[in-house]
Structure formats: structure tokens, C-alpha cells
């Protein structure tokens, strides 16, 4: 495997986990700790990943600086996995050209 690639990947992968984390860590300060880091979790990944069941934390649709942060989550999140997908895409294709 090129260390380009190596790096691009790791790079991918570390950002997802900043985002993942990052996400969760903050709907659990926005929410006080009155939501489980568990569901705090699920929310960033329905968000981060566009599926969108809803707002699944009890109480998060009153709270308009959750809404914003939802929306930021939003940007870097599909951003973040954006380029993490293409990475691996490009590492796929660009490895089936070369062999």
C-alpha cells in the first residue's frame, strides 16, 4: 500500500472519530448530561450519516443551540465521511488500475 494513501486513510479515519466524538461529547454538555452517552452516540451517527430519524433526545427540539449544532454536526460531519468514502473509493479503483 502507498504511504499517500496510508495517510489519506488514516487521516479519513481519525477525522470520523473527532466528528463521532466530538459530536456525541457535545449533545451530552448541550444536554446538561440528562442524556446517556449512549443516545447522545446514536444521535451523532443518524445525524453524521444523513439518515435522519428524527431528533431522538427527549427535550432537543426545545433547545435552539442544539438545533445549531446539529447543523454544524451536519457540515463536517457528511464532509468528513464525504471524504473518507472517496478515499477508500480512489484506493480501491486506483489499486485494481495499477494490478
Avoid: Q
Avoid at 494513501?5 to 459530536?23: D, P, Q, S, Y
Avoid at 449512549?38 to 426545545?62: A, H, K, N, R, S
Amino acid at each position: 500500500m502507498d504511504s499517500s494513501f496510508r495517510n489519506r486513510l488514516l487521516v479519513g479515519l481519525v477525522a470520523m472519530t473527532v466528528v463521532i466524538l466530538g459530536g456525541a461529547t457535545g449533545y451530552w454538555l448541550l444536554g446538561d448530561g440528562r442524556w446517556g452517552w449512549f443516545d447522545c452516540l446514536y444521535m451523532t451517527v443518524i445525524t453524521v450519516t444523513t439518515v435522519g430519524y428524527g431528533e431522538t433526545l427527549p427535550g432537543i427540539d426545545e433547545m435552539g443551540s442544539a438545533r445549531t449544532f446539529t447543523m454544524v454536526l451536519l457540515v463536517f460531519g457528511t464532509g468528513t465521511l464525504v471524504y473518507f468514502a472517496s478515499t477508500i473509493t480512489a484506493f480501491i479503483v486506483e489499486g485494481e488500475l495499477k494490478h
